[in-house]
């Protein structure tokens, strides 16, 4: 093996080393440039919605709801999307309420009883509504609830945002319950400590900032979902706290007001845009120091 | 003597635990199936939903292009046509720029750069689609029609159809392609990233040590080993590129019509029943689009699945070998 190394310099030479060479670096050249290409649209998309939507941003914009717009010279709205940002709160809030016992539970059964056949059947399901298209998981919540009601409501988006948010949920844990070392579950073993004793007391509050992240996960990927919500909470310019009625949430203020021919509108559209930006990135940087700590650095 | 105590001791424990420990097992249990029964629900939903359509049409409903609500007519193909080929051009365009992306970041990138870069990368995969597609109303259409596609289609228009105007708001397939790429860069080189950095260190020594050049190191060290990951990742991103949704309806003109020209407005599966599904006047046009939906939902799992086999075989082998 180590006689290989001595001839290493005259291989180079002898087969069209420099033209070799050359091909490399253009190559691996590329491979930077791709990745610099990948990175000009995020920072375009970020900085032009910050831009944007900060000036959107102002006390009525927290504060009002929904005005008509007046016609003029300048048309002109005076409003503010808070009856949106109190729908997308209560309906993801409803969501998360009924997602994070699944979740939780479910991942903790996948890292706790792995290698069944019904823990492989689960783990399947999870992988499969991951991958699902937001709007199918929509259409089932419009089959199910609004057309059997003939009745929009907030609650059938809940429900449609609630099977989007388990998955994250249930991977995130199980995930981070197998960080768990073996040789604490072989130490409580040991002492007899029995087994939902110890996961409920020694498992689960060694990964609980991991738990948190895959909740804090599932909650910005929700915030943005905008299709679930386009066929089941509808819309509604007015404030209202009634889940069994038509709800505004902020994705569905950015959709709209974007298609809208006024520009105080489509400033709005901006500022809803931000605000969810804003969540899926703070959701990402939490993410990111939770798990560079459990991780050790990694 | 010590062994017969032992085995009492465990026995007793195990007596006294029993309890507790088969509760905790089917609590967590029935919560895990809660999550299988999500699965089965939807299946069935959408089945049972659709049942008047798939009557009614039949095997015809994936052939037949007509979509007349007014007459209550409706055929899936243009949906399928546009989902097939947006995703298609969003797969081409990604597909290279992702796998590059991931060869820089599990072998070229500095290390210090390596997780401020993947940070970033990563971060497009999480912003909302709606963010895109207003991004793609405001800002990229006006400047992709302007710039790109009446000049294109004004000096190859004539000559190859898949390029001729007019080109009219902007709005349509090769737009929808360009968006969806953006969005699924991530996927693809996240994938190709894990893959390729599970690529064991002898197989990269042997080529250095022949004095391979860096280039030939990745050319033919690593990527052969990661193949079958890399192409499961670009299925991964088709799978989503197939099943998005906001991004698509914002900007690809929601005319379910199949057109020859790429710069024409069209239409997907999934953009197709977010706009139609909520003003849905009759019984049939609800369940078509019902159907619709599954056939998104079948042609995503099929996507979806082979991309699973093939990061799961790549995983696998490069487990039993290191």
């Known amino acids: ?298 | 003597m010590q062994h017969a105590d032992a085995v009492s001791g465990w026995e007793r424990l195990r007596r006294r635990t029993r309890h507790g420990d088969l509760l905790f097992w089917l609590i967590a249990l029935s919560f895990a199936v809660l999550v299988v029964s999500l699965l089965v629900a939807i299946i069935a939903v959408t089945w049972d939903g659709s049942a008047a359509a798939r009557h009614e049409f039949g095997f015809g409903f994936l052939t037949s292009s007509t979509w007349n609500p007014v007459k209550n007519q409706y055929g899936a193909l243009p949906a399928i046509y546009g989902t097939v080929m947006s995703s298609a051009i969003a797969l081409l365009i990604a597909g290279p720029i992702g796998v590059m992306i991931g060869v820089f970041l599990a072998e070229v990138s500095p290390s210090r750069l390596r997780m401020p870069l993947s940070f970033l990368v990563e971060l497009l995969a999480a912003i909302p689609s709606v963010v895109y597609g207003m991004w793609g109303i405001f800002v990229f259409i006006p400047f992709f029609r302007k710039w790109i596609a009446t000049p294109i289609s004004e000096q190859f228009g004539d000559a190859i159809p898949l390029l001729a105007g007019p080109v009219t708001v902007g709005r349509g397939m090769l737009v929808a392609g360009i968006i969806l790429a953006i969005m699924i860069v991530p996927t693809i080189a996240a994938v190709s990233r894990d893959v390729l950095s599970v690529v064991p260190t002898h197989q990269r020594e042997a080529l250095i040590a022949l004095g391979a050049t860096r280039w030939e190191v990745i050319r033919h060290a690593m990527i052969p080993y990661a193949r079958a990951g890399i192409i499961g990742g670009m299925m991964l991103g088709l799978g989503r590129a197939l099943g998005e949704t906001m991004a698509a309806t914002m900007v690809i003109g929601n005319t379910p019509r199949i057109e020859g020209s790429l710069f024409a407005p069209a239409t997907t599966a999934a953009s197709l029943v977010a706009s139609q599904l909520p003003n849905a006047g009759s019984e049939m046009h609800s369940s078509a689009l019902i159907l619709v939906a599954l056939v998104l939902f079948c042609i995503t799992l099929v996507a979806n699945s082979i991309a699973r086999l093939l990061v799961w075989k790549v995983q696998r082998g490069s487990g039993g070998r290191a």
Request: charged residues 10%; without cysteine; glycine residues 8%.
């Open chain 1, 1 to 298: 093996m180590a006689a290989t190394h001595a001839p290493r310099q005259s291989l180079l030479e002898a087969s069209g080393s420099q033209r070799r060479k050359i091909t490399s670096k253009i190559l691996v050249g590329m491979t930077g440039a791709a990745t610099l290409i990948a990175l000009v649209p995020l920072l375009l998309i970020i900085s032009y919605v910050v831009v944007q939507g900060f000036q959107s941003l102002n006390f009525d914009f927290f504060t009002q709801t929904f005005k008509p717009v007046t016609l003029g010279s300048a048309p002109t709205s005076a409003g503010g999307v808070l009856h949106a940002i109190v729908g997308s709160l209560l309906i993801v809030g409803i969501a998360l309420l009924m997602a994070v016992p699944v979740g939780v539970m479910a991942g903790i059964y996948l890292a706790e009883y792995p290698g069944t056949s019904a823990s492989n059947v689960i783990r399947f399901s999870t992988d499969v509504l991951t991958a699902m298209p937001s709007i199918v998981v929509g259409v089932v919540a419009y089959v199910l609830i609004v057309q059997r009601a003939q009745q929009f409501s907030a609650l059938a988006g809940s429900i449609a945002l609630m099977v989007l948010m388990v998955p994250v949920v249930t991977r995130t844990t199980e995930e981070i319950l197998r960080l768990v070392p073996g040789s604490v579950r072989e130490a409580a073993m040991a002492l007899g400590v029995p087994k939902w004793r110890f996961t409920l007391n020694v498992v689960i509050p060694m990964g609980l900032s991991g738990i948190v992240t895959g909740i804090l996960l599932a909650f910005a990927r929700a915030m943005g979902e905008t299709a679930p919500l386009l066929v089941t909470v509808l819309g509604n310019n007015n404030l209202t706290f009634d889940i069994f009625g038509p709800m505004q949430a902020l994705p569905l203020i950015a959709y709209r007001y974007t298609e809208q021919p006024f520009e105080v509108l489509n400033q709005q559209a901006w500022g809803a845009a931000l605000i969810l930006v804003a969540i899926v990135l703070f959701a990402n940087v939490m993410v990111r120091l939770a798990t560079r700590r459990t991780t050790g650095g990694r």
